[in-house]
T-cell receptor
């Protein structure tokens, strides 16, 4: 079945450091890919998405490129802020039927001043 | 425009009891999905409701059941609670065709089973 694998956390960075959170997936066909963010005590917020190979999703300085050849969708940000501290989830949605989201286990990001 | 709302925020139940969680979708949305998020894990899909019927279900036992009302709001019921049912339960709503819809999540209900 479909699955998503994320790098384990926590990822600890200083403010203004470069961020990469790795995400790889296994799926039949060509799924859509998503990054969600969960701040403490809150639900999930969609951060960015890509629906086909080589698409780049971007939002709030975060970027991720859909790489079909490596089945990856790594999240990057050039300069993190303390306010970016949260748990980040990579997810996929199969483009068939009444598709739902399959999530990775999440990666906690901690940014210190 | 109100987003997805869920109630209650927190709930404590005893093993063997039954619980009902509620969700109101974002305005204009007609599809509701429920997810279970155990501590330190990603959300797991429970089921999805559309036009008052369950149209897709994840790998959860029959103790988990749901309902969707004509106004598109939804309930999740869990019978015979187990300690392992302790989790954050997330509701997500969506609209549009099956290929392109995005899911918007509510803040969740934290269920603790003792």
């Amino acid at each position: 079945g479909d699955s998503v694998t994320q790098m384990e956390g926590p990822v600890t960075l200083s403010e203004e450091a470069f961020l990469t959170i790795n995400c790889t997936y296994t799926a039949t066909g060509y799924p859509s890919l998503f990054w969600y963010v969960q701040y403490p005590g809150e639900g999930l917020q969609l951060l960015l998405k890509a629906t086909k190979a080589d698409d780049k999703g971007s939002n709030k300085g975060f970027e991720a490129t859909y790489r079909k050849e490596t089945t990856s969708f790594h999240l990057e940000k050039g300069s993190v802020q303390v306010s970016d501290s949260a748990v980040y989830f990579c997810a996929l949605r199969a483009n068939s039927g009444y598709s739902t989201l399959t999530f990775g286990k999440g990666t906690m990001l901690l940014v210190s001043p | 425009d109100a987003g997805v709302t869920q109630s209650p925020t927190h709930l404590i139940k005893t093993r063997g009891q039954q619980v009902t969680l509620r969700c109101s979708p974002k305005s204009g949305h007609d599809t509701v999905s429920w997810y279970q998020q155990a501590l330190g894990q990603g959300p797991q899909f429970i089921f999805q409701y559309y036009e008052e019927e369950e149209r897709q279900r994840g790998n959860f036992p029959d103790r988990f059941s749901g309902h969707q009302f004509p106004n598109y709001s939804s309930e999740l019921n869990v019978n015979a609670l187990l300690l392992g049912d302790s989790a954050l339960y997330l509701c997500a709503s969506s609209s549009g065709d099956r290929w392109t819809y995005e899911q918007y999540f509510g803040p969740g209900t934290r269920l603790t089973v003792t």
